[in-house]
């Protein structure tokens, strides 16, 4: 047999065995589980299907889980490991709206981002997860939260239809004071620890005015200045005048 004999059947072998590795190849792969490993025989790819569905991990060199990539009833997630394997960081997609945590060292929550209906909003925490500020979006207006340790709210800066506005509250979360301005009126309200306004400082055209009020609600004094001068005026329970000057 020459040489170019040898040759034709060689293709024709490789011809065959290249139709039958074709006929051979399946159409598709089932499995519960895929396991890769690297070199040395090390986990570094999982991807499994368990009661809650579908999940894949990531894992370095030593092991530890620095991906994990998953869909439950609740929705998609990808989680984010440290160094450690653990978890600093979670996008999950809920029904409601998109979601991120973002963890400190010690797994605990810092900051969380997410958008719903109303708006996007985004959460800060100390080091015992305890809520201590909360900026948020909403069809009122953005809105500024600062939060004590015992969750009370402390001091809140929004910005409303009418105009901007700082509240300060006390220990116990009641509202104490108020800044607000209105359109061309700036004014500042006072509560005792019922929430009863008691005192009310604003400038209008006219000019200033203050006013103080009962626990009742009711105004006892009020102290004005326009174009003609100072007045002050006193009234008791039934809102009857019973001293001015001038």
């Known amino acids: 047999m020459t040489t170019e004999e040898r040759l034709a059947t060689l293709e024709q072998a490789l011809a065959k065995l290249r139709a039958e590795l074709a006929r051979a190849r399946p159409a598709e792969v089932r499995a519960r589980r895929f396991i890769l490993v690297d070199e040395k025989g090390r986990t570094r790819a999982k991807l499994d299907v368990t009661e ?3 999940w894949l991990g990531l894992y370095d060199d030593n092991g530890k889980t620095r991906a994990v990539l998953g869909m439950t009833k ?4 990808l989680d984010l490991g440290d160094e450690n394997g653990n978890l600093r960081a979670a996008l999950v997609m809920y029904k409601n ?3 991120l945590s973002l963890r400190d060292e010690n797994e605990n929550l810092r900051a969380k981002l997410s958008v ?3 708006g996007p909003e985004l959460s800060l925490c100390d080091e015992n997860e305890n809520l201590c500020a909360k900026l ?3 069809k ?8 004590d340790k015992n969750g009370k709210i402390r001091a809140g800066l929004g910005m409303m239809k009418d105009g901007p506005r700082v509240d300060l509250g006390d220990e116990n979360g009641n509202l104490r004071a108020a800044l607000v301005m209105y359109k061309n009126r700036p004014g500042l309200h006072l509560y005792d620890e019922n929430g009863k306004g008691r005192a009310k400082l604003s400038v209008d055209k006219d000019g200033p005015k203050l006013s103080l009020r009962g626990e009742n609600g009711k105004t006892r004094a009020g102290l004005g ?3 003609d001068g100072a007045k002050l005026g ?3 329970e039934n809102d009857k005048v019973i001293w001015s000057a001038p």
């Open 97 to 99: 709206g998109p979601e």
């Open 116 to 118: 719903d209906k109303d």
């Open 74 to 77: 609740d929705g998609a997630s």
């Open 140 to 147: 009122e207006g953005p809105k500024l939260r600062l939060l």
């Open 225 to 227: 200045v326009d174009k």
């Open 52 to 54: 809650d569905g579908p």
């Open 136 to 138: 948020a979006i909403h």
């Open 234 to 236: 006193l009234l008791d």
